[in-house]
């Protein structure tokens, strides 16, 4: 029985430790006048391109398809 409890314990130890793993914490498309009225990717670039005033570090992935991860909070 002993046994047992200690099984389910570790187990859920586990389950927990990778959904915390797991989770992501993505910003949204921020809500202010620079972002508003953008429904298209393309129209990130204009800011997040390489030589522009806010370029995705090179780390970003993948860069073409924002809207995956940065959900519009506004519209």
Avoid: Q, W
Avoid at 16 to 43: N, Q
């Amino acid at each position: 029985m002993k046994k047992n409890l200690v099984f389910i314990v570790m187990a859920l130890l586990v389950i927990i430790l990778l959904y915390m793993l797991s989770a992501k914490k993505i910003a949204p498309v921020p809500f202010d006048d620079k972002h508003a009225g953008i429904t298209e990717e393309k129209k990130c670039f204009d800011c997040h391109a390489p030589g522009r005033d806010e370029p995705l570090s090179k780390k970003h992935p993948p860069k073409f398809e924002c809207f995956k991860c940065h959900e519009i909070t506004y519209k």
